[in-house]
């Protein structure tokens, strides 16, 4: 019995030594929002894992693999320094995927220039994030630009006929609070609406909104539009269904959940928002759509289809594994510091197809994505209408 034992020991043995080495592999972070509030918005993890094993099966990167260290936030910005501490100090990773939300985003940035590793957010959209940063990149379009794309396309499409609106915005969501009392008001009369309702505002746990909603019934506006996260847009919409409003209602990125239309049903008919990826775009956003939905099932987390957040975390795996080959990065752990700048320096020139569209990064490294305005029908999603990305200059 003794020579069969020995051979499996042998051969255990034997496989252990022919898989590199934790030491050996390239490490990315990921600081993401799997708990918390955000975490119905995205599935973040899903999407970079589908990456991961894409760039390893096909040999990985400068001949090794890639593996990623993850922090949860729990969807709470200050958890987001946090995880920037642990990410580049603890666990050695040359650059970080993430945080996620624009609350995150503003505590890590300041983190990321302290300790000079780059971050590249798939999901904050606040205007302005990177300016004046070094460090801090985004996989993301500006919430502004993004918003008034939807503007136009109600006015040439023939969406929008009073031209008044409502603006609703969670009082307990800092992101929210800025768009709902800043800055789509502000767009909205920019581009000719002729009233804009002031900015109601409710907890984002709130169950009952009739009140909000009867003061607005009153003034009876076109459009209603929200500032923040698919949930509590959810429960806005079914009071004001349930309270006989017909308008649309109208969002920015922050509500492009593709599962929106289906939690609605018929609560959702003629709703529109604003999204930086479409999966019928082409055989790439065809293919990574049906591997993500793939996934999501085995993993028990069935999706409609990916957030364009999820496909933003897709891509920057890729963006990531693109700038590391053309700076010969090798993962020496002596060579950190100088491997973090040089795919900082790399990422600068960044020229890469992918699913969220052709990637590049302008002066603020912020990169430059398209706009696919998506409206709500029977409880699927349609595309309205489209917007190509600007030129990186």
């Known amino acids: 019995m003794k020579k069969p034992m020995l051979a499996a020991a042998t051969a255990i043995v034997a496989a252990a030594l022919a898989m590199p080495a934790a030491g050996q592999d390239l490490v990315l972070g990921l600081s993401h929002a799997k708990t918390g509030r955000y975490a119905t918005a995205s599935k973040t993890e899903l999407a970079v894992d589908i990456a991961v094993a894409e760039i390893n099966a096909a040999g990985g990167v400068n001949g090794k693999k890639l593996r990623v260290e993850k922090f949860d936030t729990a969807s709470e910005a200050r958890n987001a320094q946090i995880a920037v501490q642990q990410l580049a100090e603890d666990k050695k990773a040359l650059a970080i995927i993430g945080p996620f939300s624009s609350q995150e985003a503003q505590v890590a940035f300041a983190a990321g220039e302290r300790i000079e590793i780059v971050q590249m957010p798939n999901a904050s959209s606040a205007p302005g994030m990177t300016v004046g940063k070094k460090w801090a990149f985004r996989m993301t379009e500006d919430e502004g630009k993004q918003f008034t794309r939807l503007l136009i396309s109600l006015e040439r499409k023939g969406l929008a006929k009073a031209k008044t609106a409502a603006v609703f915005y969670p009082t307990d969501d800092a992101v929210g609070q800025i768009l709902g009392t800043k800055l789509y008001p502000a767009l909205l009369k920019k581009h000719g609406w002729t009233e804009v309702i002031p900015?109601?505002?409710?907890?984002?746990?709130?169950?009952?909104?009739?009140?909000?909603v009867t003061k607005m019934r009153g003034k009876n506006p076109d459009i209603i539009a929200f500032g923040s996260?698919?949930?509590?847009?959810?429960?806005l919409m079914r009071e004001v269904r349930r309270q006989g409003f017909t308008g649309r209602l109208v969002g920015g990125g922050t509500i492009a959940d593709p599962d929106l239309a289906v939690k609605l049903g018929a609560d959702g008919e003629g709703s529109v928002y604003v999204s930086w990826y479409w999966w019928d775009r082409n055989d790439m956003t065809r293919n990574f759509e049906k591997k993500f939905i793939q996934e999501s099932k085995r993993r028990n987390e069935p999706r409609t289809g990916a957030h364009h957040v999820d496909a933003a975390g897709y891509d920057i795996v890729y963006v990531y594994a693109d700038a590391i080959k053309r700076a010969k990065v090798?993962?020496?752990?002596?060579?950190?510091?100088?491997e973090r700048d040089a795919i900082r320096v790399a990422l600068a020139t960044t020229n890469l197809p992918g699913v969220s569209g052709h990637i590049c990064f302008d002066k603020d490294r912020e990169a430059e994505l398209a706009g696919f305005v998506i409206g709500m029908k029977d409880g699927k999603r349609y595309l309205v209408d489209s917007h190509p990305s600007d030129k990186c200059k």
């Open 199 to 212: 900015g109601e505002g409710f907890p984002f746990a709130s169950s009952d909104l009739s009140p909000q």
């Open 229 to 235: 996260v698919p949930e509590p847009a959810a429960k």
């Open 330 to 338: 090798t993962g020496d752990p002596a060579k950190l510091k100088a």
